[in-house]
């Protein structure tokens, strides 16, 4: 299986930063690469797919990047409803892998 | 306007047997794949396996062949997922989502609200 690690596990960061939340994929895995949003006791919801592909209806301050084995997941100007966790998918090979998470909190 | 709505909550003992829904609506339940995952008290996202509900063809995560099984009822656009005799670990959340109907569109575009399984003696 491929193994995805987020760094960092955790960040706190104040409205109005810029963010930067990495994945690392165990092997490359092409563009096929998605990120999530949750929000305590809310179910994920699906911010970028194709490593850089806005879903509809997603903020343009939310952007992703990457290729192979190496992702970036950016927030531009944080908001007060950004303060999340976010996970990285691969979607290139079965089992379906999630990175652990990272928790984004208020400074 | 799609949507995916799972059962309620669930409190069971250890070694009782359990089947909970995901029901879709406001698309073409045939032609999507539908996908399970788990989230552990405080933990990330695992994959559980999928279900094409148009020819019941499935697919299982290693860590969960064999401990539970996905179903679906096409006729009423569900799509399940069970347990014949659960464990204290079973205890999560458990999401069902919608992946692409296109081969590599293997993302969840829509997730269920999630139902809470509780397992405790």
């Known amino acids: 299986a491929i193994r995805m690690t987020q760094s960092p596990s955790s960040l706190s960061a104040s409205t109005g930063d810029r963010v930067t939340i990495t994945c690392r994929a165990s092997?490359?895995?092409?563009?096929?690469l998605a990120w999530y949003q949750q929000k305590p006791g809310k179910a994920p919801k699906l911010l970028i797919y194709a490593a850089s592909t806005l879903q509809s209806g997603v903020p343009s301050r939310f952007s992703g990047s990457g290729s192979g084995t190496d992702f970036t997941l950016t927030i531009s100007c944080l908001q007060s409803e950004d303060f999340a966790t976010y996970y990285c998918?691969?979607?290139?090979?079965?089992?379906?892998?999630f990175g652990q998470g990272t928790k984004l909190e208020i400074k | 306007e799609v949507q995916l709505v799972q059962s309620g909550a669930e409190v069971k003992k250890p070694g009782e047997s359990l089947k909970i829904s995901c029901k879709g609506s406001?698309?073409?339940?045939?032609?999507?794949?539908i996908g399970w995952v788990r989230q552990m008290p405080g933990k990330g996202l695992e994959w559980m396996g999928i279900i094409y509900p148009g020819d019941s063809d499935t697919r299982y995560s290693p860590s969960f062949q064999g401990q539970v099984t996905i179903s679906a009822d096409k006729s009423i656009s569900t799509a399940y997922l069970q347990w014949s005799s659960l464990k204290a670990s079973d205890t999560a959340m458990y999401y069902c989502?919608?992946?692409?109907?296109?081969?590599?569109?293997?993302?969840?575009?829509?997730w269920g609200q999630g139902t809470l399984v509780t397992v405790s003696s």
């Open positions: 989502a919608r992946l692409g109907n296109i081969p590599g569109v293997d993302y969840f575009d829509y």
């Open positions: 998918q691969q979607y290139y090979s079965y089992p379906l892998t």
């Open positions: 406001g698309y073409s339940f045939t032609s999507y794949w």
């Open positions: 092997q490359g895995i092409s563009s096929y």
